[in-house]
């Protein structure tokens, strides 16, 4: 009995997901489950209670004086933080040593990564050097534009701070951002 409702249980669980990613949904702001917040990306989903939600932020900062990272970040009570950035060279012919040497390990990596994993999407994959850039409890997403951390920034105050929850559309697909 105790199996059978446990396969019951999963199925609820995993047919509208099925279902969602079967079908071929444009970008953009949609309807999604009633009082939560979700952002769905080329490499991930992210999804957190809005009413677990602590602090969304939106900033930028550089990196070794060479890699200027642009970042919204998503702080939830439950401890987990999603991270949506983009990174660029602060200057591509930039004369720092230990910017110059960032920026071509970040290259290197991206493309080591890329050739294993076949997915030849070097501009959305999270690199990370351990132990250096662990964070532990948080999931990360590197986006391809600049535009989109506003994005998802925009998107996670109306819905959480704005709207509290009220609104219609808690669910952003960006494919290409």
Not at 29 to 34: A, K, S
Not at 142 to 159: G, H, L, P
Request: with cysteine; net charge neutral.
């Amino acid at each position: 009995m105790k199996f059978s409702l446990f396969f019951l249980f999963s199925a609820v669980l995993v047919l509208p997901f099925s279902s969602l990613r079967s079908q071929d949904t444009p970008d953009g702001m949609q309807v999604g489950i009633h009082g939560f917040w979700e952002v769905v990306t080329s490499s991930g989903r992210f999804m957190a209670r809005l009413d677990q939600i602590a602090s969304v932020t939106e900033h930028t900062y550089v990196i070794d004086g060479a890699v200027r990272v642009f970042e919204c970040t998503v702080d939830t009570d439950g401890g987990q933080t999603a991270r949506f950035y983009y990174i660029e060279p602060v200057t591509e012919q930039s004369s720092i040593t230990t910017g110059s040497a960032t920026i071509s390990r970040l290259k290197d990596m991206a493309n080591r990564a890329s050739d294993k994993l076949g997915t030849g999407d070097v501009d959305s994959l999270v690199t990370k050097h351990y132990p250096d850039t662990t964070h532990a409890k948080t999931s990360e997403f590197r986006m391809k534009n600049k535009e989109t951390i506003s994005q998802i920034y925009d998107f996670a105050r109306r819905v959480w701070a704005e709207e509290r929850g009220k609104g219609g559309q808690n669910l952003l697909i960006i494919r290409n951002g």
